[in-house]
């Protein structure tokens, strides 16, 4: 009886420590699998900011050639602009130089005409007429310089108003910056804490 009662206890022992063994493995291998899927969470989490840090170069890189694009199209803007400027100083010159030579071809045969009508009545007539086309000479002049003038202010409202577009971009892309700055730091935020949830 009592080497009986050894037997079932020792089976007891060994049920036991089998038993025990198998719950150890068992929790063993859940502590494997949780550290498994919190390195596959830690992988994914990794590889999504990847991509978004990927994404975000890709959308810097595409404002950084539209920025580019927009200079060289002010650059071209602005040569055709000079361009035309230059042509209408010449024109202005070249305007004021013909109206110069006119004046004053007009004014020596106004004097000639005065010194002759003391002696030649009849050149009266003819001092009229050449009076009255110096006037409208003078008038088509007048209209002439109020073109200038009024295209002079229109070049530099156009000016004023590009001064104005370009401050207005530069703050534009101060407000993309400080937003992509803001982006940069949320997800970076977001990363931590997953980090740290994980951990």
């Known amino acids: 009886m009592r080497k009986q009662q050894d037997r079932v206890a020792d089976l007891a022992v060994l049920e036991f420590q089998k038993s025990k ?6 929790q063993e291998a859940e502590h494997e699998r949780k550290r498994a899927e919190k390195e596959k969470e830690v992988a994914r989490l990794r590889a999504k900011q990847e991509r978004a840090r990927d994404l975000q170069a890709d959308k810097d890189a595409l404002r950084a050639k539209r920025e580019q694009e927009r200079k060289e199209r002010e650059w071209r803007e602005k040569e055709k602009f000079e361009a035309y400027k230059k042509k209408q100083t010449e024109e202005e010159m070249k305007l004021a130089r013909e109206w110069q030579i006119k004046n004053k071809e007009q004014h020596l045969a106004v004097e000639a005409a005065r010194e002759r009508a003391e002696f030649e009545r009849v050149l009266k ?5 050449a009076e009255k086309e110096r006037q409208q000479e003078v008038n088509r002049i007048d209209k002439r310089h109020r073109f200038a ?4 202010t229109q070049i530099v409202q ?11 971009f530069f703050d534009e892309g101060v407000q993309l910056d400080e937003q992509a700055r ?7 935020e977001i990363k931590n804490q997953k980090l740290n949830e994980l951990r």
């Open 125 to 129: 007539a003819q001092l009229t007429q």
């Open 182 to 188: 803001l982006r940069r730091m949320r997800l970076d």
């Open 149 to 152: 003038d009024e295209l002079r």
């Open 158 to 168: 156009h000016e004023k108003q590009k001064v104005q577009e370009r401050a207005a």
């Open 21 to 26: 063994a198998a719950r150890e493995a068992a």
